[in-house]
T-cell receptor, first 112, second 115 residues
Framework: DTAVSQTPKYLVTQMGNDKSIKCEQNLGHDTMYWYKQDSKKFLKIMFSYNNKELIINETVPNRFSPKSPDKAHLNLHINSLELGDSAVYFC???????????FGDGTRLSIL | AQTVTQSQPEMSVQEAETVTLSCTYDTSESDYYLFWYKQPPSRQMILVIRQEAYKQQNATENRFSVNFQKAAKSFSLKISDSQLGDAAMYFCAYRRTSGTYKYIFGTGTRLKVLA
């Protein structure tokens, strides 16, 4: 069974659209994260939730809104997509805040 | 602010040989964690090894070991007996032990393993 699963794996869409990426972990972890990996492979944290509460919110446009319905899920919704949003987005989870993270396989988002 | 630098964008190693990937970091903290993550072409991010800054002993995990030089702020990864499956991007990461728990990643080193 996949520990951290993201859907979809690939997402191709037009500029201006709204899209969501889902993430689920079956590890029983309390903390979940979203990272953005740009074309230069630089990995940067966007958000972190601990027990459904937002604890890290980096300088990310308001168009990005994470939602955690329960501690096993952390979805990422993006409004008004822009060309610069093209990247691979990784979800991750850890047992508790700051512990080593287990990553999902990533979602490649391409904006046309 | 903390930073993590990987100065080698790409490295190559012959199968069964040993390779060392470099990582330096900058921090004013005395206690922190350092990590190496592996990202194969499948895009998964896999934790390879972890080092606590307060421990002088270098961490080891099977064929993977680190050379942690705290004074020099250096944290290199040594891969012994390299295998074709080791080919991947390797990321060095830093995390404080208190305050904000976000990870700071380097830009990665692509490792090629030659048969």
């Amino acid at each position: 069974d996949t520990a951290v699963s993201q859907t979809p794996k690939y997402l191709v869409t037009q500029m201006g659209n709204d899209k969501s990426i889902k993430c689920e972990q079956n590890l029983g972890h309390d903390t979940m994260y979203w990272y953005k990996q740009d074309s230069k492979k630089f990995l940067k944290i966007m958000f972190s939730y601990n027990n459904k509460e937002l604890i890290i919110n980096e300088t990310v446009p308001n168009r990005f809104s994470p939602k955690s319905p329960d501690k096993a899920h952390l979805n990422l919704h993006i409004n008004s997509l822009e060309l610069g949003d093209s990247a691979v987005y990784f979800c991750a989870s850890s047992q508790e805040l700051g512990q080593p993270q287990h990553f999902g396989d990533g979602t490649r988002l391409s904006i046309l | 602010a903390q930073t993590v630098t990987q100065s080698q964008p790409e490295m190559s190693v012959q199968e069964a040989e040993t390779v060392t990937l470099s990582c330096t970091y900058d921090t004013s903290e005395s206690d922190y964690y350092l990590f190496w993550y592996k990202q194969p072409p499948s895009r998964q991010m896999i934790l390879v090894i972890r080092q606590e800054a307060y421990k002088q002993q270098n961490a080891t995990e099977n064929r993977f070991s680190v050379n942690f030089q705290k004074a020099a702020k250096s944290f290199s990864l040594k891969i012994s007996d390299s295998q074709l499956g080791d080919a991947a991007m390797y990321f060095c990461a830093y995390r404080r032990t208190s305050g904000t728990y976000k990870y700071i990643f380097g830009t990665g080193t692509r490792l090629k393993v030659l048969a």
